[in-house]
């Protein structure tokens, strides 16, 4: 591969991404057919480029694509907490209904129609629902400013998020809707009465039918079901986060101090000029207080490739489906030593590996593996660039290094020495043991001293960049659990709800099983076994919807199974505990059941 100044004038250049606006009314499918007509002709024409091409997309999928099954995940959260909640408030109404059913009952009495009530009984929930939604988006008001605190520099747009006119008519357009939705099943129910039966009945002890209780009980199993979801989904990406910040780098990322340098300007245009700069700039880096290393590439580990290339194996066809994909790294000859990156066998560049020397390269253990899994990989020769580029010698096997992000599986990588293969963009890494900010000072000293024009683009210590890295995913985890709470104690909520009504319905049954010789211990089981039935038909919905759920967050979990059995059974049994609680409170209230007074209770 020949240097040029301008990394426009390589045909090498496979990694350059371009910007252009399509004509009114073309469209992404016709400009990738004129892109695939350009990759065929420049294919005919320049044989040793083959395979290479030029996928179009656009500029708003590409900055997405990274983030939109997160966000479509944290929608789905979302989504199911408000079923949550509205089951709750549906519950509310029900048992505000109930309450209601002898003066519901009068007004049908007195002439008032079933659609009147429907529609009074309408009103009241949305009512409700928009005084919700209004709370709801005051609260939000502060949350952003929280959201924005908690949210990773440089993640997309993310900080441009305010609310605006669109976002209020969402909410409130939201909470109409759910107050028109979850608030007909009560309101039909309560207009629907038996005017005989509860006219005949005290206004304590009309009541409602078995009807509406089983629709209640329905409601709190909908809500444990929905909330098991919810909790498990978290679960998940609270053990797939845990297992990713565990991984070992393959570098040690303590005291390193990192920043870019661009040598793009006609000064560095050569050869020369650009191997000088790089050999001045390490040499005072190193001559700085405390400093124990300089490593110098064309990217940094963890973020990402910079470049790649499928290299050509000596002695072996280049049949399309024999290449391998390899992760292509340009360094300084005490790279690894900066790093801390393990030399496994043979040994690392020197400055006698420059533009007058043999070319060489350094690959990595799985590129070793995997190119030559029975064979000495030392001595062996690649060519990368194409039939053009010169034959390069294998003089090293370094430990694998997660240049691609901490989530994937070891890749094939190879290093060159920039002394042969020179840097338009220089990634710095200057390890020492002196106050970063102090160091950051004396680097940019350092630099302006060679060079005034030349500032440091992104100086951030490699801790820092590393959790740049993980930010959204931790941003991502911190939500996801937030809405995991939420949804626990909703549910929990609604299920003491129900069974607290239920109580205080059947205070003259106890009443009568008491007198008649039931201990309270009998009664304290029969409240608890009623309401853990709930639960556990709500907990068997559960895992079946978390279980399909699940499959949809394969591409967010990592080092974790989307039925990872520990997790579905560690939450169910915190959710059935939390329930058991739940239950537990009007379950104790059957213990101090006075029968004379639940006998009398009409």
């Not at 290339?309 to 066809?317: A, H």
């Not at 900066?338 to 020197?350: D, M, Q």
């Not at 579905?568 to 007074?597: G, H, N, Q, S």
Request: glycine fraction near 8%; aromatic fraction near 6%.
């Amino acid at each position: 591969m020949n240097y040029r100044g301008d990394a426009l004038a390589l045909r090498e250049t496979h990694y350059l991404r371009v910007i252009g606006r399509l004509k009114p009314g073309a469209t992404i499918q016709q400009a990738q057919a004129e892109l695939n007509a350009v990759a065929a002709r420049l294919e005919r024409q320049y044989p040793d480029q083959a395979g290479h091409g030029a996928r179009a997309v656009s500029l708003q999928e590409m900055a997405v694509s990274d983030v939109r099954q997160t966000l479509l995940t944290l929608l789905g959260a979302v989504g199911l907490v408000l079923l949550i909640a509205c089951a709750n408030v549906t519950n509310l109404l029900l048992v505000r209904a109930a309450a209601r059913y002898r003066e519901i009952a009068i007004r049908s009495a007195v002439g008032a129609s079933r659609f009147s009530l429907i529609r009074q009984l309408l009103m009241e929930s949305v009512l409700l629902s928009v005084a919700g939604g209004l709370a709801g988006w005051l609260l939000a008001l502060w949350g952003v400013d929280l959201l924005l605190y908690m949210s990773p520099e440089g993640m997309l747009r993310l900080h441009e998020t305010s609310f605006d006119t669109r976002v209020f008519l969402f909410t409130l357009a939201v909470s109409v809707t759910a107050g028109v939705v979850f608030g007909l099943f009560p309101a039909l129910a309560a207009s629907k009465t038996d005017l005989v039966s509860a006219l005949k009945e005290s206004a304590r002890g009309a009541s409602p039918g078995v009807g509406r209780n089983r629709l209640r009980q329905s409601l709190v199993v909908a809500e444990v079901a929905l909330a098991l979801v919810v909790l498990i989904s978290a679960g998940l990406l609270v053990g797939s986060f845990a297992r990713l910040i565990a991984v070992r780098p393959g570098f040690d990322p303590n005291n390193l101090m990192t920043m870019w340098v661009a040598l793009t300007s006609e000064r560095y245009g050569t050869m020369t000029a650009n191997t000088r700069f790089i050999k001045e700039l390490t040499a005072s880096l190193e001559a700085l207080p405390g400093a124990q290393g300089v490593a110098i590439g064309n990217d940094f580990p963890i973020q990402g490739t910079d470049s790649s290339d499928y290299p050509e194996i000596e002695g072996r066809g280049a049949a399309p489906e024999d290449r391998t994909l390899v992760g292509y790294h340009v360094i300084n000859p005490r790279y690894f030593e900066a790093l801390g990156i393990r030399l496994v066998k043979g040994r690392a560049f020197t400055e006698r590996d420059d533009a007058n020397g043999a070319p060489v390269v350094i690959i990595n253990e799985t590129m070793a593996r995997r190119v030559w899994p029975n064979e000495e990989a030392l001595g062996k020769r690649i060519r990368l660039g194409g039939p053009s580029g010169p034959w390069s010698e294998i003089v090293g096997v370094v430990a694998n290094v997660k240049h691609d992000g901490l989530q994937f599986a070891d890749s094939p990588h190879c290093y060159a020495p920039h002394l042969q293969q020179p840097l338009p963009f220089l990634a710095i890494a200057l390890r020492a043991q002196t106050d970063q900010a102090g160091l950051l000072a004396s680097v940019r000293q350092a630099v302006q001293k060679i060079d005034p024009n030349l500032p440091l683009i992104e100086p951030l210590a490699m801790k820092d960049r590393m959790e740049r890295v993980l930010a959204p995913r931790r941003l991502t985890l911190a939500l996801f659990s937030l809405f995991a709470v939420v949804a626990l104690s909703l549910a929990a909520i609604g299920l003491y709800g129900v069974m607290s009504y239920g109580v205080a319905q059947r205070t003259h049954e106890l009443g009568v099983r008491i007198a008649l010789g039931a201990t309270s211990r009998d009664t304290f089981k029969l409240i608890i076994g009623q309401g853990m039935r709930l639960v556990a038909l709500g907990l068997a919905l559960g895992v079946g919807g978390a279980l399909a759920v699940s499959q949809l967050m394969v591409n967010q979990l990592f080092g974790v199974s989307p039925c990872d059995p520990r997790t579905f059974i560690a939450i169910a049994l915190m959710l059935a505990f939390v329930a058991l609680l739940a239950c537990w409170i009007p379950a104790r209230r059957t213990a101090k059941v006075d029968p004379i007074i639940a006998l009398r209770d009409e």
